[in-house]
């Protein structure tokens, strides 16, 4: 569990065919990732796996897993597509709540068990495909937990079982980013990120926990370093009791992607 938890550099990795399970916010942050191959040995994706993997592409779900945990992959807005196997009976809460990018969603087998806002805020329109026979879904559009319900064409291929070696994939290079001095205030239960800015783009402060999101108030400021004076920004998000990841993003400007991250815990 949080075994790369808040891991915000990381951009890719090779999982092992040895592992059987996936923890709980295993990547939870990880908002560099593009891609990740899960081994055929996996049974099972716990809560919040790769929750807020904004940068996540593309995912292999095993053909052994049988459920896919509340919130694993919440926040994934780059995801496309998905193709969950037959072997999956139950899709947890907000399993892809706000994967905004998920156009299609492919069922190898028979209806499993999805919690109402497992899709809730993926692309508008977005298909649950099935091939014909499979029961649970309904007649092509249909609603399924805000999916609609159509026949592929062609007809559905099941996913290719990874190589137990994988090529290693070379890391991506990230993004130009910002530097941020993190400070936090346990008493005021604050969190402020110091951003010295790249030219030509705005950044923002958000701090998130479970499926609550906080955003801060930003202002610019001039310290002193040595005899000089320099302008950074400052912004300051005031937060609860409980777990926070905080990130800082660019919201104007060609930049794109998590710029920085940290976790907090505020009792």
């Known amino acids: 569990a949080s075994a790369f938890y808040g891991a ?55 053909t052994r897993v049988a459920g896919i945990g509340t919130g694993a992959f919440e926040g994934a807005s780059s ?14 809460e907000s399993a892809f709540l706000g994967a905004r990018s998920l156009a299609s969603v492919t069922f190898l087998g028979n209806a499993p068990s999805v919690d109402s806002y497992a899709f809730d805020g993926v692309a508008a329109g977005a298909k649950a495909y099935r091939a ?18 159509a026949t592929p064409t062609p007809p559905v291929t099941p996913p290719v079982t990874p190589p137990v070696t994988p090529p290693v994939t070379p890391p ?11 400070s936090s205030s346990a008493k005021a239960k604050t969190i402020t990120a110091l951003i010295t800015p790249v030219s030509g783009v705005s950044y923002t402060l958000a701090a998130t926990s479970g499926r609550v999101t906080k955003r801060g108030s930003c202002k610019n400021v001039t310290i002193k370093q ?11 998000v005031k937060l609860a009791k409980g777990t926070w990841l905080a990130s800082v993003t660019p919201s104007k400007g060609a930049v794109k992607g998590t710029a920085s991250s940290k976790s907090y815990r505020f009792k």
């Not at 593009?34 to 095993?62: C, E, H, M, N």
């Not at 995801?79 to 947890?92: N, R």
């Not at 991506?172 to 993190?182: C, D, I, R």
Request: net charge positive; with cysteine; glycine share 10%.
């Open 79 to 92: 995801l496309t597509s998905v193709t969950i196997p037959s072997s999956v009976t139950s899709i947890g």
């Open 8 to 62: 915000s550099s990381l951009t890719s990795v090779t999982i092992p065919s040895s592992v059987s399970s996936i923890g709980a916010s295993a990547f939870s942050g990880a908002s560099s990732l593009t891609s990740v191959r899960i081994p055929s040995g996996v049974t099972s994706i716990a809560d919040y796996a790769f929750y807020g993997a904004s940068s996540l592409t593309s995912v292999t779900i095993p």
């Open 132 to 149: 014909a026979g499979l029961t649970g879904f309904g007649a092509d559009g249909a609603n399924f937990n805000g999916l609609i319900v």
């Open 226 to 236: 040595g005899k000089k004076s320099v302008a950074r920004r400052s912004c300051t």
């Open 172 to 182: 991506v290079t990230p993004p130009v980013k910002p530097a941020v001095v993190w």
